[in-house]
């Protein structure tokens, strides 16, 4: 079992900058990636962004060029820097674990969880 915890959610104006933490209790070496979700009130979760253990990379179009997804192995760590953010960018953001190979775009595809963080950008 892989515990997930997420900090750094907050609130911030339109343009600024936030960035998302999310650490792992353990080594997660039976995972294929690490993943960020966001649920926005009265809208389904969505992906966001995607980490392979290879590096690659993958965003939504909505995030692409203004959001970031990076690593530390040591720390067993993921992280989401947020930039230029928009009003719309406000929602409950999830780390979560893959456990589907190819499936880092769906819900589905992740078998672990974190209890989510709360961004919040004013216009």
């Known amino acids: 079992q892989v515990q997930l915890v997420e900090s750094g959610g907050g609130l911030v104006q339109a343009g600024g900058s936030l960035r998302l933490s999310c650490t792992a209790s353990?080594?997660?070496?039976?995972?294929?990636?690490m993943g960020w979700f966001r649920q926005a009130p009265g809208k389904d979760r969505e992906f966001v962004t995607a980490?392979?253990?290879?590096?690659?990379?993958y965003y939504s179009d909505s995030v692409k060029g203004r959001f970031t997804i990076s690593r530390d192995y040591a720390k067993n760590a993921v992280y989401l820097q947020m930039d230029s953010l928009k009003p719309e960018d406000t929602a409950v953001y999830y780390c979560?674990?893959?456990?589907?190979?190819?499936?880092?775009?769906?819900?589905?595809?992740?078998?672990?969880w974190g209890q989510g963080t709360q961004v919040t950008v004013s216009s």
């Open positions: 979560a674990g893959l456990t589907l190979r190819g499936g880092y775009d769906r819900s589905q595809g992740y078998d672990y």
């Open positions: 980490i392979m253990w290879s590096g690659d990379r």
């Open positions: 353990r080594r997660t070496f039976s995972l294929y990636g």
